[in-house]
């Protein structure tokens, strides 16, 4: 029998592209059972994202592994959407056909199609082809709970969230507050909002659901999925936590400049203040943001991205004379560098310079952080970094809590940076707490992929579950 292919179809966002293709160059790597990759590319609405997606796959494909990249054709983006999660999985779904056709054409045996979270439209094509169908979860268990358990919290709160009384009901989590839900569950008469119920249900027709997360770091949320109870009592398909999945970038002959500024400073003494690949910040809060800074007197490395072009989304490279207060970079300059375009994240927190982040939160960065054993400050932006703040602070105390104005588009005010600053970085008990669990949760992350680690028998798991489904014939 020809090797049998896994065929995934990832979005093209860097955090869920990259994580989805490191899962399955972990897959390929399995001993014993030979799995091919053949990867669904859609064109990316943008042509600023088109040409990223294109840079990652051309390394992709340098590195000689075994895995094919089918461009699908373009299709026109919807032009009346009202929130980007809507855009999303309504641009998705035009690529049926296409999707369709692909994987009708592969000359092997299909394991399996692995969707992206928003993708669940296309769990259609995978029935009609008969092919197993798993969703891979670029996002943590939590939320993953949340998603879940939307349909009956869908029943249940007639109201919207943040009018509702008392907490919302997760079950694996504390009690949350209505103000830690994610941005698109915030409105109910948004459509993002009905997307995300939608997607939750549909992720119950799957095989199975990867998760880019460790038993060890999520167990009681993890337990509370595999019981049923964040689904009235109906069992979810099988979990499989296969995490930290982190896509480590070849190493370079010249350090970057940020890693070679972080050489000259003391250990742990520097905090880093990034922001993920949405995260941008207009004059206003970028003043806070140096007051705060400069008040707390420790030292810095601040990844400023500036705001989208009009009409664009993407932050751009910040013009740090229009960004900052007058003097504060020569002010600060024996102690802080800011960065005004994209850094090396990896590289920086795996410096031993680094002590703290604070970090918009988004799911990627909290597992390198936890990779490299740094405390955080979560600054939630969008997506569903609230819900994240709140695991990492309640669940499970690797950070440090901030005072985030929702309502002002989640202003910090300089002297709350300030306070959050001193007490990652200052040594208070607070600070030290969540320093320890954050190397508790480092180790746990390492042992959680090492060979009989929990990731790594899910992942031998998932891989024997695959194989078992290549038997099956694509209807054609
Ligand atoms: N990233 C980076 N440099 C930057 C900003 C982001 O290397 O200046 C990387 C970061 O290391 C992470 C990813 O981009 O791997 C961001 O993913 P995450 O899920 O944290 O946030 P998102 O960008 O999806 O909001």
């Not at 010249?254 to 910040?281: D, I, K, M, Y």
């Not at 003043?287 to 008040?295: D, F, P, S, V, Y």
């Not at 504060?328 to 960065?339: A, Q, S, Y």
């Not at 588009?409 to 320890?436: P, Q």
């Amino acid at each position: 029998m020809a090797t049998p292919t896994v065929v995934l179809l990832p979005v093209w966002g860097t955090g869920h592209l990259m994580s989805m293709l490191e899962a399955g160059k972990r897959l390929l790597r399995r001993r014993g059972r030979a799995l091919s990759l053949t990867v669904l590319v859609m064109r990316p609405p943008t042509e600023q994202l088109a040409s990223e997606v294109a840079g990652h796959i051309s390394r992709e494909e340098a590195s000689g592994l075994d895995i094919c990249f089918i461009q699908l054709p373009a299709v026109a983006p919807p032009v009346d959407h009202v929130g980007i999660e809507e855009f999303v999985s309504r641009f998705v779904l035009l690529h049926a056909p296409h999707v369709r056709a692909a994987i009708s054409g592969l000359a092997c045996p299909v394991a399996a199609l692995v969707i992206d979270f928003f993708c669940t439209t296309l769990l259609d094509v995978s029935r009609e082809l008969a092919v197993p169908a798993y969703v891979y979860f670029t996002s943590n268990a939590a939320m993953l709970a949340l998603f879940l358990h939307l349909p009956v919290l869908h029943e249940e709160v007639t109201v919207e969230f943040e009018e509702m009384e008392g907490m919302v009901d997760v079950p694996g989590l504390p009690p949350v507050p209505p103000s830690s839900l994610p941005l698109p569950l915030m409105d109910k008469k948004n459509p993002n909002y009905t997307w995300f119920v939608y997607h939750g249900r549909r992720f119950m027709e799957t095989d199975g659901i990867i998760v880019n997360t460790a038993a060890e770091l999520e167990q009681r949320v993890i337990a509370a999925i595999a019981d049923g109870r964040c689904t009235h009592g109906v069992r979810a398909p099988t979990i499989y936590p296969i995490g930290p999945v982190i896509s480590f970038n070849p190493p370079t002959n010249q350090p970057h400049e940020c890693v070679r500024w972080l050489g000259t400073q003391p250990p742990a003494s520097v905090v880093l203040l990034c922001f993920g690949s949405g995260g941008f910040f207009t004059a206003p809060q970028a003043h806070e943001i140096a007051r705060g800074l400069e008040h707390s007197g420790h030292r810095f490395l601040w990844v400023l991205r500036g705001p989208p072009v009009p009409g664009g989304r993407k932050p751009t490279d910040a013009n740090l004379e229009e960004l900052l207060p007058d003097g504060f970079l020569e002010r600060t300059k024996d102690k802080g560098l800011v960065w005004p375009t994209i850094a090396p994240q990896k590289e920086i927190l795996a410096h031993s310079a680094v002590g703290g982040f604070v970090t918009h939160g988004g799911w990627n960065s909290v597992l390198e952080s936890l990779w490299f054993g740094v405390p955080m400050a979560p600054w939630p932006l969008y997506a569903e970094q609230h819900l994240n703040a709140f695991v990492l602070v309640a669940g499970m105390g690797v950070a440090v809590a901030m005072k985030v104005d929702r309502k002002r588009k989640n202003f910090v005010e300089a002297a709350e940076l300030e306070r959050v600053v001193k007490t990652l970085m200052g040594g208070g008990e607070e600070g030290w707490k969540a320093r320890e669990k954050a190397m508790e949760m480092k180790a746990a992350c390492r042992m959680a992929v090492e060979e009989g680690g929990s990731s790594y028998c899910a992942l031998q798991r998932l891989s024997e579950e695959l194989y078992k489904g290549a038997a099956v014939e694509v209807k054609k």
